[in-house]
């Protein structure tokens, strides 16, 4: 049996274009990943046919069918292949869903990477169908911190950032996607556009998160007029005590806070905790998918 964890990935900036075409957007983020916190758990093994199940505190919220992006990866695999492989995969579900934290790309990105392995399948393939699955997919199949460009398809490893203790906290809203880009479509959004060419060098955490309040979350307004209670949890962070910068990542509704040390992150869960037991937080260190 093979294992991957899918850890959650976290827009540090998100900026967006105005709507192509397509109907896609251009993009341009900061993409770095939680620690095994706040990650799902992948596993695959060899059988006749391919199946697909799910447990985990938030199995129950997803189904074990082809609307399911592990099944999803594993079925465009074989097609790009020209193969029928069989698996028997295992998704355990621990990540909010449509919570702005990639975690549907995080379990693509594992099956990706397991069935590479377990079906001794072109690496290649893998990177060339990983687009197609969803914009989040290609950085989560290279699981590393990384500039994310293009229409997601675009990924620019960056090595030597400082790691960012953080907490992640999602009220338990869905946020869904598709609504918030309209949102921002219809109020004008993508002007001035364009991409962060090179990253400067950061001696130390304060410095990247420094340079971080310079930067934006397109997505944020148009995500706290479809669900309120986002600004909450901005507000809510903003409180806490040594929360050096608070933003929210992809469309929402998970929002973060970056602290100087790990020490104070993990503070600022118990208190976060004790105060909205109803709310997912975790604490953790972001950086490279681990």
């Given at each position: 049996m093979l294992t991957s964890r899918a850890p959650a990935k976290v827009n540090l900036y998100l900026h967006v274009g105005p709507i192509k075409p397509n109907g896609r957007h251009p993009l341009d983020s900061l993409v770095v990943?939680?620690?095994?916190?706040?990650?799902?758990?992948?596993?695959?093994?060899a059988a006749e046919d391919l199946t697909l199940s799910v447990s985990g505190p938030r199995g129950e919220e997803l189904e074990a069918d082809a609307s399911n992006l592990v099944l999803w990866a594993a079925e465009t695999l074989n097609a790009a292949a020209g193969t029928q492989h069989g698996a028997r995969l295992h998704?355990?579900?621990?990540?909010?869903?449509?919570?702005?934290?990639?975690?549907?790309?995080?379990?693509?990105?594992?099956?990706?990477?397991?069935?590479?392995?377990?079906?001794?399948?072109?690496?290649?393939?893998?990177?060339?169908?990983?687009?197609r699955l969803g914009g989040d997919v290609p950085v989560a199949l290279i699981g590393c911190t990384a500039l994310m460009q293009g229409e997601g398809e675009r990924v620019s490893p960056v090595s030597g950032l400082p790691k960012l203790p953080a907490i992640l906290v999602n009220p338990g809203l869905d946020?869904?996607?598709?609504?918030?880009?309209?949102?921002?479509?219809?109020?004008?959004?993508?002007?001035?556009?364009?991409?962060?060419?090179?990253?400067?060098?950061?001696?130390?955490?304060?410095?990247?998160?420094?340079?971080?309040?310079?930067?934006?979350?397109?997505?944020?307004?148009?995500?706290?007029?479809?669900?309120?209670?986002?600004?909450?949890?901005?507000?809510?962070?903003?409180?806490?005590?040594?929360?050096?910068?608070?933003?929210?990542?992809?469309?929402?509704?998970?929002?973060f806070a970056l602290f100087e040390t790990q020490g104070a992150a993990t503070a600022a869960e118990v208190v976060m905790c004790q105060a909205r037991p109803d709310w997912w937080v975790r604490a953790t260190i972001l950086g490279d998918a681990r």
């Open positions: 990943f939680a620690g095994p916190e706040a990650a799902d758990l992948v596993t695959a093994e998704l355990e579900k621990h990540l909010p869903v449509a919570a702005g934290i990639g975690g549907g790309s995080a379990d693509a990105g594992a099956a990706l990477r397991l069935l590479t392995e377990l079906w001794e399948a072109d690496a290649a393939l893998a990177q060339e169908i990983a687009p946020c869904p996607t598709g609504p918030i880009f309209r949102a921002y479509d219809e109020a004008g959004g993508g002007d001035g556009f364009r991409e962060v060419s090179a990253l400067p060098e950061f001696v130390d955490a304060p410095a990247l998160i420094d340079w971080l309040r310079d930067q934006r979350n397109d997505l944020q307004a148009p995500a706290i007029s479809n669900v309120p209670a986002i600004a909450t949890v901005l507000e809510t962070l903003s409180g806490l005590e040594g929360a050096r910068l608070v933003r929210m990542s992809g469309s929402g509704a998970t929002c």
